[in-house]
Structures are given as C-alpha cells and as structure tokens.
C-alpha cells in the first residue's frame, strides 16, 4: 500500500471520530492542518514484508480495524536503546515526524510525502515481480523499470535519517566540496536549514528523471564544471550508479535477511579509493540488493593482487546483468555461418539471482548487526533464525554488547514452544488427554527420549548432519509402529526418490551388483553446512517441503529426511549420477561422505580401457564407469560430474536469455525418453565434438579456471571433457530439445547423424 493511500485512510478514519459529542467532516480539497505527520524513512511495502502472520487485503485490514480499533499490520521490533522486543503496528516504526514536510511549501506542506509515495508504488511492483521471479532464479527488467529501481535505491539511501540530518550540515569534515554551495543558499535565505536544503535536494531528484539527472551530469563532466558546487547533486546521482552494478542476493533456504534502521545503502567493504565495495538494500526477508563496486566486476577481480579488496562478501559468485537487444536485433549466435549484425539498442536487462550459502546469509546478517547503533532497531520475521544468526554475530564479534538482550529474549520464547511442539508431534497418535497411555505404543521410547533431549538442548551434535545420522540409526533399531516424526520423514524420502527417478537415464550401469557404500557417521560441522545447503534446495524443486519452520523438531525432521534420501541414493547408482552432476558443488561435497575405497572406487580401479573406434563411443562407455557406478572418491569422476553440472548450468543461462533463437525457442523443450545412441560413426563423432569443444571452449578454460590446481593429466582431462560433452548431450535431449535441434542444424544436411535411439535428427524434424 502505498503511503498516500494510507494517509487518505487514516484521515477519514480521524474525520468520523466524534469529539467533544460534535461530528468533525473533513471536506474534500480542504487544506490540512499544518501538524507534524509521522512520516516513513522506510516504505510500507517494506516493512509489510516482514509482517507477522498472514497478510490480509486491505478490505480485510479496514473491516477488522473498525471491529477493533487496532492496526492488524505488525512487526517484531527490538529496540536496542531499551533492550525490548515487542510487536508494534507498521504504521508506528521507522518513521520521523515531519520528516518530508516543507513548512515553505503553503500550498502543500506535504507534496514531498506524496511524490516519494508515486515512486514508491512504482518500485513496490518492480520488487514484488523480483519475488515472483525467485523460482526461476532470473528476472527481466525493461530498461525503463530498472532506470526506475536505480533511482528508488538511490533515494533510499539519501532520505535516510542519519543521511538527511547530516548531509548538508557546514561544519561536518566530509561535507567539504558542498559547502559553498550550501552557505551561498543559507546567505540568501536565512530562514532555511540543512534540513531545508536536504528537502530542496531531494525534490530535485524527485521532479527529475533518470535520465535528465544522468544528462544534468555529463553536461557538468563534459563542460568541465563537475566540480562547481550547483552540480554536486548530479555528480553524485551519476557517481553513485556508474561506480556500482547491480546484483540481487536471494537467502539461503531456512535462513533470511534482517532488517534495520540502516540497512538500506548500507557500505560494505573497501579499496583503495572505494568508499564501499558493497552497498546493501534489504527488501525483504528473502532478498537483498546489493550494488557491487565495478572492482569486483568477475574479470577485474580475478587480476587484483590477493590483500586489495577487503571485504566479508567477496566469496559471494556475482554475476553481471546481462543486456538484451530489441527483438528484430537479437540474436545469440553458436556458428559462424549464423551470426547477424545489429545496433547496440538495449530493450531489456536480465538479472541472475544470485542464491547465497547459509554462511554467507549469516554473514550478510552479521554486516547489518556490526552497523547497528545504540539507539537504532532491528526487525526479523522468524524468532528461530534471529537467534541463529545473532548466535553467528556474537561469535566473531564477542565484544559486542547490542544483541545480547535479544538473545536472552528470543531463547525464553522458544524453549517452551519447542518443547511443547515436541509432545505434539510424537503423541498425536494418542488417544484423549484422559486415558493413560504407554509410550511405546507411540513409538520407540528411546526415540522419544532422544528428541525430547535434542529439542531441550540437553543434546549436543558436533553437526546438523552428525545429529541427524544418529537420529536416522536410532530410527532403523525401532521396533514399535512408526510416530508421526518418522512417517513425515518417510514420505519426504519417497517423494524425492521417485522425482530423481525422473532424471534417470535409461540403460543398465556396467556397475550393477556392486555393493553400496555406507555414508560416514561424522562429518565436520562447514561440511554439514554446505551439504544441508545443497541438498535442502536439490529436493524442495523435487516437490518435498524443506522449509523447515522455525522449531527444532522440524528443522531435525528436515535434516533427518535429506541424510535418509542420501542412503538410498547411494544405493541406487542411477539415482546418484543424477544428484552427483545437480550443481557445480555436489561432486566436492558428495564425495566427502565416504571414506575413500568405496565399492565404486574398486570397480573403477579394475577397469581397463580397450580400444574404441570414436571419441564419443569412448566417452559414453566412460561415463557409464566414472559417472554411473554409484558414489566414488575418483578425482576423475569428480572432474565428469562438476564439468557435466557447470556446462547444463552454462546452457540453463542461455535459457534465461532467449536462446535459442525462433523458431527454436518456442519448440517443446521435453522429451522424457530421450535417449542417446551407444555407438557413433567416428565421422559423425568428430564433427560432433569438434563442433560442441569449439562452443564450449570458453566455458571449459573458465572450469579450469575455477577448479584450480588439478593432478589429472591432459589426455585423462581431454577424455573427461568429452565424457562431460556426451553427459551434457543426454540432458539436452531429455530438458532442452530444442536447443540440441538448433546445435544438430548447424551440421552439413546430407551427414543424417543419428544422436537418439530410434530417431535420425532431420527425420525428426519432418
């Protein structure tokens, strides 16, 4: 809701309240009282992402508002100067009396308020689409709406209350190169203020467009007058886009982004001349913008010398918006005889959504905590993730005083729920409150023991992962009918398991028979991390709820199910080639669960090549061993799987961008049963891979890149990159059919090369 509109409302709400026995009408078009409004720093639209409990439409909120005099829309609010956490109504926090009111303005006092709320609605239906946009992990944006969200963060920024206080103050050391200008304007009207002048900037920028403000600044740069004080608000706008590009940050599922007085602009990091590597905008508790210093630009990163940036985010994996070109000049080409020129006419940007770990959310969370002041506030949605990262922030910050009451408050509030959440769930087969019953007959009594123990922290794990290996055994050893805590977690695992079946390739392992591999009972505690991150997003897109909640016993249930679904995955060599080429991390932390000399490990050591007659004939019988024989430690299976997940992901992209281009892109992109042929002519095989090495010669020197130092020989890497092609190959013919048309049409018409069973390519096409 925008805040004009709530203002309209709550006016006519005060213009029927009787006072005195005398009814008081506002008229429409009167002039309001020249009284200070409790105006907001932060919008609404914000704030209502971090709401408690259901959001409700605005025809609900006004009926329960008359029923009971009370506003519905609260939020958690911890006030650090006092110590408290309470609820409070959004309309009653993260504002400043008066704060836009322009007492010189007699027309209206308040045209500052309802300019900043136009802006506002337009923003707000840019960063809703951008939430909308999370399940597919990218969003377009017309350049006419991204120019819009600029100069929405931008002005986040600049009305902040400590900005707006200070920013035109005279006597403040970094005010230096504006302070001409502002005594030359408190000289001619000595009835104005700093705040004055603050309210004078930032109607400049209001009335001002994007691109009038970036044009205001280059004819200051190209006039060379950038430095004269009157262009100072220009330079600035202009300064603080051209620095920076813009990425939007997603939280790690289970975790969220924190929200405080400051949060919004705040600096990150720093280099040599760089006031900030980083800039953040918390929008909600599932994303944050962050407006990243062209520094840190992938291919200006990777030459600085180590020690020249300093930052907590730089292991954050940024990557740049990508442009796109009106319709009628688009085109993305794959052979040379198929490119076409065109006119750099930018229609549209495309904006990857970068998906943090758990570690770096918590250390996203920790930046906003180090920047809190002794007299700011802080606001989160779930008590259970608060506590977690306030937990993370006071062990690398032990000094730090300001989260301490929080702490105490949050761990009193959940102990209680925990518990009782605990007897919920594993009596909720029992009969009513009034008949004794066994425990045994709900389940197994040291089950039952064991959670009550870990949800009363009595029970401590050196890991999520060893806390849920150990609860996983003591379920297998119950002999009692199974509680509800086991049976949720059963279906979890089934439901998983029959969705990965999907991502199967037909056909028999050369490793069938081999027996499997037990998975480790103790890992260390960033390995857990990093597993539980994998693999909690790996299932949720298989249509198992991950979420987690914030209790204990779900987390643990949670947790429990993706240790249960990797023992039968292991079990399953199919299954595990599926999982082990999901992402370009799987490979490293999947092979971390078993002790090396697995039973896979032995297959593949007993294997001798023989002599094939094709480069793809031996990779497809490669892959077969190194990829399908169930879990192994091999570094040359490690280098097949992360290789195979880092070219799908590359193609994924090309996805998102349009590609391939019509008639291609509207073509169906599923064939379930795809699936390729066992031997090739080593005609057919040599262009083919000749073709797809020369494509994807960019990616592959970025792999290596990324890998680091690797012990593999060149022929063994050579006879992996193909074994990777032939994989990416497979998954093209079952997701992406329609790029793989557009790759074979690339070949000459009379070679009718055969790629799947059953199907020559132009036949296909006919």
Partial sequence: ??????????????????????????????????TSQYQHVIPRFILQKFQLGIPKSRKERDKEFERTRVDSECILYYDVATGSLDTRPIGKVYGVLGIYQDV???????????????????????????HEALPWGALALKCSSLELLQKFLFLMHFRTRSHSSR????????????????ERILEADSTRS???????????????SHSELMRDAAYAVESGEEDLPEHIPSIAYRTYLDDYFLSIWEAAQGEEFILTHNAFGLSEGSATGCPALHRIFVLSPRIAVVLCNVRLRPETKRRRRSGSLESSLLDVNLTLPVPNYTAEERGIQLFSHQRSSWEMKIDSVVFKITKLTRSQTLELNSVVLFNLEETGSLTFRSATKMLRTAHAFRSNFPSSH?????????????????????????????????????????????????????????KQSPSAYDRAHFVLKIMAKAKAKPTSFARKISRKVRRAFRACKGDMEDGMSFAEGVNPAPLLSSIPSKLSSQLFELMIPYMHKRGVKMSGGGETLKVLQRDVAVVSFLQHASCNPGVWHALSHSSSEAPEILSRLFKKGTPADEFIAKFSPSKFSSH????????????MAGPTTSPISQRYYGLTAFIIEYFDHLAVLGFPPEPYFSQSCKRSNAQLVHIMPRAHSDLLMKWMKKFLRAELEEYEYELGEDTLDETTKEWVDEMAIVGCLAWLGKHRRNMVDFILDGFPLGMNLELFEGESHWEYLN
């Fill in 104 to 130: 010189h303005n007699t027309r209206n006092i308040n045209e500052l308020e309802h300019k900043l709320a136009h802006l506002e609605s337009e923003a707000a239906s840019i960063i809703n689409n951008l």
């Fill in 194 to 208: 700093a705040d004055d002048i603050w309210r004078h900037t930032l109607r400049y920028y209001l009335d001002s």
């Fill in 616 to 627: 793809y004939n031996r990779a497809y019988s490669l892959r077969k061993v190194y990829g």
């Fill in 167 to 182: 920013a035109f103050e005279v006597d403040r050391p970094e005010n230096i190169q504006a302070h001409q200008w502002v």
């Fill in 402 to 458: 300001l989260v301490i009451p929080l702490i105490a408050h949050l761990t009193t509030s959940l102990q209680s729920e925990e518990v009782s959440s605990l007897h919920s769930s594993v009596t909720s087969s029992a009969a009513s409150p009034d008949e004794d019953f066994d425990p045994l007959s709900l389940g197994d009594l040291v089950l039952y023991v064991l959670l009550m123990q870990i949800c009363s922290g009595r």
């Fill in 1 to 34: 809701m925008s805040r004009r509109c709530r203002n309209d409302r709550t006016s006519k709400r005060r213009a029927n309240t009787k006072v005195a026995g005398v009814q008081i009408f506002q008229r429409a078009g009167a002039r309001r009282a020249h």
